[in-house]
């Protein structure tokens, strides 16, 4: 198994991403502590493993919270091996102008600070720890407009910078950094945007999924799961020549508009195609 003996740090771990992550690390061996502000959710997790998943309560946007995580899985085991900073929402959805200052900081501080201060604080855990990696989630919304709204966009943008600057800082140490940009992933992150709850989350949810489809090169929606199974390879030795940038895992969703790649949809000539016809005849 890739992480036998090995301590993770998840964030964000309860649902979605994280808690396949979580799930998969466990799976190959990792003692993970989970983190996430939903702790029935936590727990219901944690009550899955034999003692492997440890659950505990963080909010990002605060960094007692995320100093205290860090601090008690070293604590508890002696020190951190992998670190996956990926507790997120949709953020404020405001255009640029009309967004509020208390929006824009909300955002920032879920998912940017939170990340930059995931690494400052789990870092004096990891050092000495042979292939230590620490995996970022960033977004495709971080390569331009289309994808989000304004300021996770841009979050996500400084999570990739924030990435980079991190691997160069950390490389003294022998601790990779990396980052994963998933693409249109069906999780709750749609309808806990939208602040849908009961049967209409769930009604979003198969909306998201049904969407999600089609939006691509490749003809099904992202799962979690292949987020998880990027971050498991950033995280072992398998990648160990592999710092300071990000893995694309969108189904090819950013390589170009729809046209380009769907048969069906009509190419921006095509108009002009057909008037070029007209007047021929």
Sequence with gaps: ???????AVVTGAASGIGKASVLLLASEGATVYAADIDEDGGAELASQSNGAIVFQRCDVTSTEDIKALMDRA????GGIDIVFNNAGA?????PIDEIE??????????????????IRYAVPHMIGRAGASIINTSSVAAVGPGYSPNAYAVAKAGVL?????????LAKHQI???AIQPGFINTNIFTSTLELTGEHAEMGKAAVAAMSAGAQPVNRGGQSEDIANAMAFLASEESSFVNGTSIVVDGGITIGPKYSWDANEPDMFEALRAMAEQIKQ
């Design 90 to 94: 949709g953020g404020d959805g405001a």
């Design 101 to 118: 200052p208390e929006g824009w900081d909300r955002t920032m501080d879920l998912l940017l600070r939170s990340v930059a201060f995931g």
């Design 176 to 178: 990779r950094v990396n």
């Design 1 to 7: 198994m890739r992480f036998s003996g090995k301590t």
């Design 161 to 169: 910078h924030l990435t980079k600057m991190s691997a160069a800082d």
């Design 74 to 77: 070293a604590a508890d085991t």
